[in-house]
Antibody, heavy 116, light 109 residues
Framework: EVQLVQSGAEVKKPGESLKISCEGS????????IGWVRQIPGKGLEWMGI????????RYSPSFQGQVTISADKTINTAYLQWSSLKASDTAIYYC?????????WGRGTLVTVSS | EIVMTQSPATLSVSPGERAALSCRAS??????LAWYQQKPGQAPRLLIY???TRATGIPARFSGSGSGTEFTLTISSLQSEDFAIYYC???????????FGQGTKLEIK
């Protein structure tokens, strides 16, 4: 069974750093792209970027370039999304998704709340 | 960036009736178009990929059509569990990157 298990909810203050994770299992993690999608509460879905765990080739949407860093550790089948300095506007649910089954496999999401 | 425009924003339909949701791309995305269903508190669920191929386990009442810039998701006979928000998404190439439509809320009439 294909699974993407995301790390738990986070509550952070503006200016703090954060790294959330997405661990894949049940398929060849290194040979399918992993993507990150943002959903601000009550709003739509936005692609942030994708990474190929096999060689860490990473691509960002223009809106998120320079705002976040996407990485992966293929030895532990895990992708990451990180911020160096969070803003209140980063409050959202962040989903990871796998290209396996043509982007049909999704994590349950990680809620990130940024508040002073 | 490829802009995806969905219409209508809200669609009110009675159970048992047919619903047709539209999605337009600002440039040619070939057949690299997916449809997702999202219910409150849940991750998106893939319904259709390749514009017209049902994902595993998706009932036959869901069908997709179109290519290039115009796409349609049709639900032939609405069940109570189908009332949700539906998003189209193009995955043609990166760059410029994948994009979602703004969503269509399917509500009970």
């Amino acid at each position: 069974e294909v699974q993407l298990v995301q790390s738990g909810a986070e509550v952070k203050k503006p200016g703090e750093s954060l790294k959330i994770s997405c661990e894949g299992s049940g398929y060849s993690f290194t040979t399918y792209w992993i993507g990150w999608v943002r959903q601000i509460p009550g709003k739509g879905l936005e692609w942030m970027g994708i990474i190929y765990p096999g060689d860490s080739d990473t691509r960002y949407s223009p809106s998120f370039q320079g705002q976040v860093t996407i990485s992966a550790d293929k030895t532990i089948n895990t992708a990451y999304l990180q911020w160096s300095s969070l803003k209140a506007s980063d409050t959202a649910i962040y989903y990871c998704a796998s290209q396996y089954t043509t982007w049909g496999s999704w994590g349950r999401g990680t809620l990130v709340t940024v508040s002073s | 960036e490829i802009v995806m425009t969905q219409s209508p924003a809200t669609l009110s339909v009675s159970p048992g009736e047919r619903a047709a949701l539209s999605c337009r791309a600002s440039q040619n995305v070939r057949s690299n178009l997916a449809w997702y269903q999202q219910k409150p508190g849940q991750a998106p669920r893939l319904l259709i990929y390749g514009a017209s191929t049902r994902a595993t386990g998706i009932p036959a009442r869901f069908s997709g059509s179109g290519s290039g810039t115009e796409f349609t998701l049709t639900i032939s006979s609405l069940q109570s569990e189908d009332f949700a928000i539906y998003y189209c998404q193009q995955y043609d190439n990166w760059p410029p990157g994948y994009t979602f439509g703004q969503g269509t809320k399917l509500e009970i009439k």
